[in-house]
């Protein structure tokens, strides 16, 4: 089970920083990557990062503003975020795998809720 959480509303240029926590399996075995969505549109890849917390991926349109971390030890994974724009303004899923810290939400098993976060301009 993932909950995540720390979404609200932000300025343009603040930061906000989504936490994603996780029970009933061993987190330290899970692939972990934040995803979001629109109203009206796809689902699309934010960040991933693999068992070890060594590889992190980003989507091109977070490169340089977002970076995404885990903690093992408290089965969480975070996602910071600077420099939003208003275009940022989705709802956030943490998601979980086994197979693979892909970018592609196919190879994903466990998914939160979602945190809605909306940026003003």
């Known amino acids: 089970q993932l909950q995540a959480y720390g979404g609200g509303l932000v300025q343009a240029g603040g930061s906000l920083r989504l936490s994603c926590a996780a029970s009933?399996?061993?987190?330290?075995?899970?692939?972990m990557a934040w995803f979001r969505q629109v109203p009206g549109k796809e689902r699309e890849s934010v960040a991933t990062?693999?068992?070890?917390?060594?590889?992190?991926q980003y989507a091109d349109s977070v490169k340089g503003r977002f970076t995404i971390s885990r903690d093992n030890a408290k089965n969480t994974v975070y996602l910071q975020m600077s420099s939003l724009k208003s275009e940022d303004t989705a709802v956030y899923y943490c998601a979980a795998s086994i197979y693979a810290d892909s970018l592609v939400a196919a190879w994903y098993d466990y998914w939160g809720q979602g945190t809605q976060v909306t940026v003003s301009s």
């Open positions: 990062i693999d068992i070890s917390g060594g590889r992190r």
């Open positions: 009933g399996r061993t987190f330290s075995s899970l692939h």
